[in-house]
């Protein structure tokens, strides 16, 4: 199974310009190849391949204007490349988010390095680096350095100018089989605003509504950033705007903390409890659209709660299955099948079924259909209309198109980043 562990790093003042030079290095290789493939297909209709901007860059490192190129490893240069392709990869799949420059100011700065060249000793907290050496690395959770194969080694500097060590290891374990779907074990989850999350078995897990419980601190920091002198053409922001902008990049830090120990806690709470759980199959984006809620689904992140359960359920063997998302699980009667289409207004918290009688709460009896519908759907095999939380726009284009592989000629893996080494 891959995992990744995330480290704080203590880098020293010398170990952190090296960094530095590896940010704008892997950045400007990023930027010269986007704006060379711009280039090349305006001037030529030709698209210029991974290899192609492989070979650009390898001889842009010989020429005496780029030499410093050659400071950082060439293997984290080809991993930038790697990026960019990806997000070509992405943008003909999708038909949105045309690849962007990268700026300098976006204060969010990383570096892949190449897994060979990069060494872990977790009995003093260390990682060496290629062309640098060994950097202190803060406590954490560790893994056994001589059984697990190292995939990857993410160096990134957050907007607080923390250093953070990613590393992506393959244990050699294999994912656990799935267990039989059985209604006993199932547990179907209706998610929403008011409460975070209704299980059909009439638990109710709070919405905790970190970012509105901070929103008194984020103005305030916020005003007092705004008084300060930001950087303009040529002269840099001065002291005191940075001391305030790290600090409110601290406190959107400590949000997102508290959000993700949430979710990784009550993910892990579900996936031990039920063999089989039953989601909604979601159009958040379409949802954003609304912007009276946009905040509110922003801050729920039902998204990274659904990535998170994906996931997890395959390490625990747990079955994750979807209702479609156009079932209409809020409007039916779970006990007889009624269909009340008064409950389409989201006011109705309660409601009455004229059919058989029965009282229902909205998201419980969401939730028991959301089950109903998602284990149905399993035995007779049919997956739900539109799968994955993508935008319906997204997912309709790539259906029509058919195939990536098509339109994308060139590398989209890291086997293939390998092969151009050798
Ligand atoms: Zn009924």
Sequence with gaps: MIRAYKY??????????????????????????????????????KTLSFFDLCALVRASRKDNEHKWLNEVPALSLNYSLLNLNNAYNHFFRTKSGYPKYKSK????????????????DFKNYKVRIPKLGWVRLCM????????????????SRDACGTYWCTVTIDDGNTVPPKVKVERGASIGIDVGISDFAVLSDGTRLPNMQFSERS?????????????????????????????????????HRAVENRRTDYLQKTSTMLVR?????CIEDLNVKGMMHNHNLAGS???????????????????????????????????TCSVCGYR????????????????????????????INIVNTAIERHFNKQSPAVTGITDADGADSESKTGTSSRICDYASDETSMQNVLK
């Design 215 to 251: 929103q008194k601190q984020f103005a305030r920091a916020q005003r007092c950033m705004a008084r300060k002198q930001r950087d303009a053409k040529g002269t840099p922001a001065s002291r005191r705007y940075e001391r305030y902008r790290i600090k409110l990049a601290r406190l």
């Design 8 to 45: 704080k790093m203590k880098p020293t003042s010398n170990q952190e310009a090296y960094f530095a030079k590896c940010f704008g290095c892997t950045r400007f290789v990023y930027n010269y190849a986007l704006s060379e493939k711009i280039k090349a297909y305006t001037n030529e209709k």
């Design 340 to 367: 009340n289409n008064g409950t389409k207004d989201l006011s109705v918290r309660e409601w009455t079924c004229p059919e058989c009688g029965t009282r229902h709460d909205r998201d419980i009896n969401a939730a």
């Design 105 to 120: 100011k976006d204060r969010h700065d990383s570096v892949k390095f190449e897994p060979n060249s990069t060494r872990y």
């Design 273 to 277: 409890q039920y063999d089989t759980i």
């Design 297 to 331: 689904i922003a801050s729920v992140s039902w998204s990274s709660f659904v990535r998170i359960l994906e996931y997890k359920s395959e390490w625990y063997g747990v079955n994750l299955l979807k209702a479609g998302r156009f079932d209409p699980t809020s409007q």
């Design 140 to 155: 954490g959770r560790t893994f056994d350095v001589s059984a697990v194969k190292i995939n990857s080694t993410t160096v």
